[in-house]
């Protein structure tokens, strides 16, 4: 069985479910009230929902798409895992790679990706 509630280094594992079942519009306030003390997990970090979208002070949500939106806009670097990581290509000929953080880097320790 496919993991679909996996997503952009974001697992919801139960959570989504929940959320696809759920009957909207729901309100921000509502929607922490029931589903609030569920947790995200981050590439193995975990925080609550409500305390990564309950910043967003949102007034209503029209569906699923919205919520899980609102997820992906607020996940960190923690999300993200290994950064500037491909599988899928080599460094181009001429291209120099680093891993974040390395030296000649200097200047991104107080960036964030959003």
């Known amino acids: 069985m496919p993991d679909d509630s996996r997503e952009l280094g974001v697992e919801l594992g139960d959570l989504q479910g929940k959320l696809e079942a759920e009957e909207y519009p729901i309100g921000h306030d509502e929607l922490l009230e029931e589903h609030g003390d569920e947790t995200v997990e981050m590439s193995g970090n975990t925080t609550t929902l409500e305390d990564l979208i309950g910043p967003l002070g949102e007034d209503e949500y029209r569906d ?18 290994r950064k500037n990581y491909s599988d899928r290509t080599p460094p181009a000929s001429g291209e120099d790679r680093q891993d974040e953080g390395a030296p000649d880097q200097g200047g991104q320790e107080e960036q964030e990706s959003f």
Do not use: F, H, L, S
Request: no cysteine; net charge negative.
């Open 64 to 81: 699923y798409g919205e919520v899980e939106q609102a997820i992906m806009n607020m996940v960190g670097d923690e999300a993200i895992g």
